[in-house]
């Protein structure tokens, strides 16, 4: 009678066409990726930081009323409540402009919408801007970002601004009055 030997299965398999698994990343690569994540959370930290500053100091009701000319802080938090369910969707004015050039040139360039600033802050910035006059290399001093990104935001928030407090009537009608 004939013995067939079976040889124990391979713990991994080895293919020569091709491998669709998980491509293994060497040491030194991880290495600076990992690196270069841990410095991105770190800047983004910081900015969080820098923006928890920004809200706590103008929760004072005298630095509230120069940069925005809002009499309190929770006039401020009720009118940013009832605009920001209509300005989370607010397209930018870097969005506009892909969607024109998609016109024109037919291209389909796609680029995801990164926001640096949060909404509030977004927001408060244009206040301030309006109220106060601050030029934009001053804003993007206190923001830590670019002038060409407060012009921008500047853009995108003027026109949303028209937009929606536009289309509010300025007077009541005599029978909302009577």
């Known amino acids: 009678m004939l013995k067939i030997r079976r040889h124990p299965k391979p713990a991994f398999k080895v293919s020569s066409d091709h491998d669709s698994g998980p491509k293994v990343q060497q040491p030194a690569d991880q290495l600076g990726a990992d690196q270069a994540e841990i410095v991105r959370v770190h800047t ?50 870097s969005q506009h402009r892909r969607r024109m050039t998609q016109q024109t040139t037919g291209s389909h360039v796609f680029a995801p919408d990164k926001r640096r600033l949060s909404i509030l802050v977004q927001f408060l910035l244009v206040l301030r801007k309006l109220r106060v006059g601050n030029i934009d290399i001053e804003l993007a001093d206190i923001h830590n970002i670019s002038t060409s990104a407060i012009s921008r935001v500047l853009l995108s928030w003027k026109y949303y601004l028209y937009v929606v407090l536009g289309s509010m009537p300025v007077w009541p009608s005599p029978h909302t009055v009577d």
Do not use: G, H, N
Not at 70 to 75: G, K, V
């Open 44 to 93: 983004e930290v910081a900015s969080l930081r820098r923006e928890v500053c920004f809200l706590e100091r103008l929760s004072k009701d005298d630095e509230l009323v120069i940069y925005t000319s809002f009499l309190s802080y929770a006039i401020l938090v009720a009118f940013f409540q009832c605009i920001e369910p209509t300005c989370s969707r607010m397209a930018t004015y």
